[in-house]
């Protein structure tokens, strides 16, 4: 049998840290008690250029439950996080920011994971953010700009 090999990814990732978490539910908040209510969320993120062609993604989500049009700030119950994850190019060459994607799309379950942990130990319903296709994302956010 012949054995095959296994190429090297273009980007290598080298761990995420939590920067901050908010989190907030008013007392009086109970699933079910606002009307016509739901659950809305944000997403953003930025790049830092590090020494050694090492490149920081920082990603900012936010998840909130809103009625009647108000904002996270004004929310009974919403939660935000902010953490960064490193990459560097495997070759050793300057990151191309064209690999923003892959990179949000590596640290994009772990936001996913912190915010349904904290959300299912505080008392509430848990809160599970949408899988989204990220390059589409990107791209559909390009196109506004």
């Known amino acids: 049998m012949e054995q095959q090999t296994t190429k090297e990814g273009i980007i ?7 920067f901050r978490i908010d989190y907030k539910c008013e007392p009086y908040y109970s699933q079910g008690t606002v009307s016509d209510g739901k659950y809305t969320y944000n997403f953003a993120y930025g790049t830092i250029d590090l020494p050694d062609n090492v490149i920081q993604i920082n990603l900012l989500a936010t998840a909130y439950f809103s009625s009647d ?4 700030d004004d929310a009974p119950l919403s939660i935000t996080i902010e953490m960064g994850g490193k990459f560097k190019a495997t070759d050793g060459s300057k990151w191309n920011h064209s690999w923003d994607a892959n990179a949000i799309a590596i640290l994009y379950p772990y936001v ?9 130990q505080a008392g509430i319903e848990t809160i599970t953010l949408p899988t989204i296709n990220v390059a589409a994302m990107l791209l559909k956010n390009k196109e506004k700009e």
């Open 69 to 72: 049009g108000i904002g996270a």
């Open 12 to 18: 290598s990732f080298d761990g995420y840290r939590l």
């Open 112 to 120: 996913r994971g912190i915010i349904s942990s904290v959300t299912s």
